[in-house]
């Protein structure tokens, strides 16, 4: 008897996290695919039949791919919250003066930098090797282009190649619980943001700094039509060091543009 509480709490945590990771995921994603439709409805519902139905049953397979994802991206989450809130281990930590508060910023910046440099090479070798495409990548470059629905749509062997690294980072690198909020945050914000098909910032922030080396949706876009660039998730930075950054997308920019100059509708 004495182990049945700590198993049940345990179901509790993985089956919550898997909940708290598919209703984020179709809360964030359904908002962001709410407001690109229309801004560009020539994606989100384009008016002859045959391409919007073609987009519906795009759609439906990205959600469908993306709630498989959300179990496998849950239960290591749900493990180390279990073993966070049961057993005090993981360095996720609540006092902020348990480390001095520059870490607080430095912790947020050394996870994104760590998860970018993982999902850069994993996802330049899936492209590298045909076999591992086929298998691991190729369902995520089914949504030509993808919309905001697409955010976590991995194929399982994708999902298992990166949904245990940031648990695994809480057993190594301290951060506080609210850091943690951050990251998973800006996780979520660029992973629906990077495949709306519509750059959400203005056009000035991504010609300059910001854009030199962050990514958005008119960076990632590129990777959506050409492939073999382009493979970061936060940062320019390995695209840049490695030769593989083809810019941005003229056609989302070209978007933007015209979305501004465009008279409003009545
Ligand atoms: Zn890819
Ligand atoms: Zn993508």
């Not at 384009?46 to 439906?60: F, N, T």
């Not at 190729?138 to 990166?162: D, I, Q």
Request: glycine content about 4%; hydrophobic content about 50%.
């Amino acid at each position: 008897m004495q182990t049945a509480v700590p198993t049940t709490a345990l179901w509790v945590s993985l089956a919550g996290m898997c909940l708290i990771v598919a209703v984020r995921y179709l809360a964030i994603s359904g908002l962001f695919a709410w407001s690109a439709k229309k801004i560009r409805p020539d994606i989100y519902a384009p008016a002859d039949p045959k391409k919007a139905a073609r987009m519906a049953r795009q759609v439906k397979r990205e959600i469908a791919w993306s709630l498989s994802a959300a179990v496998l991206y849950g239960l290591p989450a749900g493990l180390a919250a279990h073993l966070w809130a049961t057993r005090g281990l993981t360095e996720i930590y609540v006092d902020p003066n348990a480390y001095p508060l520059w870490w607080i910023p430095v912790s947020v910046l050394l996870y994104l930098a760590i998860h970018d440099t993982w999902f850069y090479w994993t996802h330049r070798a899936m492209h590298h090797w045909p076999w591992l495409f086929k298998k691991a990548h190729a369902v995520h470059h089914e949504s030509r282009p993808p919309t905001a629905w697409a955010a976590m749509a991995f194929h399982p062997w994708e999902s298992l190649t990166a949904a245990w690294l940031i648990p695994a980072l809480t057993f190594v690198i301290p951060i506080h619980i609210a850091a943690l909020g951050v990251v998973l945050t800006i996780m979520t914000f660029f992973g629906v943001t990077n495949h709306m098909g519509w750059e959400i910032f203005p056009r000035r922030w991504i010609e300059g700094w910001f854009g030199r080396h962050f990514i958005s949706a008119s960076h990632h876009h590129v990777h959506h039509e050409r492939y073999m660039s382009n493979y970061g998730l936060y940062f320019r930075f390995w695209d840049k060091l490695c030769g593989t950054d083809k810019g941005l997308s003229p056609e989302l920019l070209a978007a933007k543009d015209a979305a501004f100059k465009a008279p409003q509708p009545q």
